[in-house]
């Protein structure tokens, strides 16, 4: 399957777009520090879906899930982080999407796993 066709692609690109947005927001002494980092967690998510559906074996496309679930979790703490530091108040969208890819990661995961 093509990743561009996966929900949760379509979902960590949205993720992606809300972190970028919000980011926008924090201090400028933060642009290579928790800015930074967010962003590149963020566009790791979509990135390794991407690869690794490219990948030819299901054990590589299971390999590159478990990656983007921890881009995920990084990218989670550093939101809580965000918070806890008061750089900016919850963003209700952001933590949404947070956990909806998370959910979605997980099922394609169960779903490959089963497959195989």
Known sequence: MNHKDLDVWKKSMDLVVE??????LFPDEEKYGLISQMR???VSIPSNIAEGSAR?????LLQFINIAL???AELETQYLIVLRLKFSEP???LNNLLIEVKQL???YRNYVRRKT
């Open 56 to 60: 030819k074996g299901d054990k590589e």
């Open 19 to 24: 972190v970028y947005d919000w980011t926008t």
């Open 40 to 42: 590149r967690a963020a």
């Open 70 to 72: 921890g881009s995920v």
């Open 91 to 93: 963003n209700t969208i």
């Open 105 to 107: 990661l997980l099922g």
